[in-house]
């Protein structure tokens, strides 16, 4: 079982290349999560081991950035789904 990255979330995981949980993941701007989403799908398929380990680690900094800069922008959740409706 393999939780959320972000601090306050304890949600798990859901999906083979899953690196956020969908509440979090669906806060990110698009370009972001596309380019996340890339680079997890490259780290996933690499048949080489060295590559697949950078790219995982490159991935890791990637999501830690991704995360501060959603807890910087301080948008709730729930406010993010409410203006959708």
Known sequence: MTL?????CHE????RNAFLCPNHF???PSR???TLIRLKVAATRS???????HLESQLVGY???AIRRAI???TPINQQENSCV
């Open 12 to 15: 798990e995981l859901r999906g």
């Open 63 to 65: 999501i830690q950035i």
């Open 26 to 28: 669906f806060i990110l």
């Open 32 to 34: 972001e999560a596309q």
């Open 4 to 8: 959320c990255p972000h601090p306050d």
């Open 47 to 53: 048949p080489h081991g060295d590559i697949r380990e």
């Open 72 to 74: 910087a922008a301080k």
